[in-house]
């Protein structure tokens, strides 16, 4: 597409869009939201950028192939319900650092979030960028 309009409103939103993307990762693993619908806003942002300057841009700006997004997300949590059976826990069992904290902000519940995120994003952009290129 050949909007100056879009290209414009893209560069500005595409930034907020991924922002707001992390915050609702972060803020998921305690409260409402977390990696499949901070992955869906990621996704968007990334099909915004698409639709404006082309999937090329959006390839680019990933450096590395959705696939191993889907991949290392598959890994991380995985690995973090192993953290549970480590702790001599049932499988995916939460484990929070420092355990004796009140104020806790990480643990294996945010880890099994980035591992959603990130296996959602892999395969929301595979599909998005072939889609794109036929």
Avoid at 14 to 20: H, K, N, P
Avoid at 33 to 62: C, R, W
Avoid at 71 to 82: E, P, R, V, W
Wanted: hydrophobic share 60%; glycine share 12%.
């Amino acid at each position: 597409m050949n909007s100056v309009i879009l290209k414009s409103a893209t560069r500005l939103v595409s930034g907020l869009i991924l922002m707001l993307s992390v915050y609702l990762l972060w803020r998921g693993h305690n409260a409402p939201g977390g990696g499949f619908i901070a992955a869906l806003v990621a996704a968007t942002g990334f099909a915004l950028v698409a639709l404006s300057e082309g999937p090329a841009a959006v390839q680019k700006g990933l450096r590395i192939q959705p696939q191993f997004l889907i991949a290392a997300g598959i890994l991380l949590a995985t690995g973090s319900g192993i953290a549970g059976i480590l702790g001599r826990q049932p499988f995916l069992t939460g484990i929070w650092w420092p355990a004796q904290a009140e104020k806790v902000l990480a643990g294996t519940p945010l880890f099994f979030d980035i591992g959603v995120f990130l296996v959602v994003l892999g395969a929301l952009l595979t599909v998005l960028l072939a889609l794109e290129e036929i």
